[in-house]
């Protein structure tokens, strides 16, 4: 990943001193991300948000029946497999990258994955003078027309608020 923008910055002509991290970290971004033939963490969590009876214990037992483990009959090892590791906690699993072993729970995630866009924001690039930043989001132009714009705080339209609009 630094390497890249490092490679991107001698091209470019741009003046820097070269830092050596010692690491290659693209085994640690196949963990995160889709990678060859293994599904990366956040596609495993998108996967898992669209399952009827998915929890987050079921994503979290997912991942590591993927990333965990022995291998199965014929798999090879993926690079991303040596960066995982089973977590401390009960619900959760250990990722190691740059910045060390980092922990992560996993209570809450498919709930914060299923978040809806902020409104405001929606409504703001909806109606952005570029006109490929409003067609992204032309989709949401209408909404939530019935509902009234939320405070400067920005909250979010709720299934609730947006069913109770349609009343």
């Given at each position: 990943?630094?390497v890249l923008?490092?490679?991107?910055?001698?091209?470019?002509?741009?003046?820097w001193?070269?830092?050596?991290?010692?690491?290659?970290?693209q085994?640690?971004?196949?963990?995160?991300?889709?990678?060859?033939?293994?599904?990366?963490?956040?596609?495993?969590?998108?996967?898992?948000?669209?399952?009827?009876?998915?929890?987050?214990?079921?994503?979290?037992?997912?991942v590591?029946?993927?990333?965990s483990?022995?291998?199965?009959?014929?798999?090879?090892?993926h690079?991303?497999?040596?960066?995982?590791?089973?977590?401390?906690?009960?619900q959760?699993?250990?990722?190691?990258?740059y910045?060390?072993?980092?922990?992560?729970?996993?209570?809450?995630?498919?709930?914060?994955?299923?978040?809806?866009?902020?409104?405001?924001?929606?409504?703001?690039?909806?109606?952005?003078?570029?006109?490929?930043?409003?067609?992204l989001?032309?989709?949401?132009?209408?909404?939530?027309?019935?509902?009234p714009p939320?405070?400067?705080?920005?909250?979010?339209?709720?299934?609730?608020t947006?069913?109770?609009?349609?009343?």
């Amino acid at each position: 990943m630094f390497v890249l923008e490092q490679e991107e910055y001698s091209r470019e002509g741009i003046e820097w001193d070269y830092v050596n991290f010692k690491l290659d970290l693209q085994p640690t971004i196949d963990l995160i991300e889709s990678s060859g033939s293994a599904i990366g963490i956040l596609s495993c969590l998108d996967e898992e948000c669209i399952m009827p009876k998915a929890t987050d214990l079921t994503f979290t037992e997912k991942v590591h029946s993927i990333w965990s483990g022995d291998l199965r009959p014929g798999e090879h090892l993926h690079p991303g497999r040596t960066k995982y590791t089973l977590p401390k906690f009960e619900q959760g699993f250990i990722i190691t990258h740059y910045a060390g072993k980092v922990e992560y729970r996993t209570d809450g995630w498919l709930e914060k994955n299923k978040d809806p866009l902020n409104d405001n924001l929606t409504r703001v690039l909806a109606s952005s003078s570029e006109p490929y930043v409003a067609s992204l989001f032309q989709d949401f132009t209408g909404a939530f027309s019935d509902i009234p714009p939320t405070s400067s705080a920005g909250n979010t339209a709720t299934f609730h608020t947006l069913y109770r609009a349609q009343r």
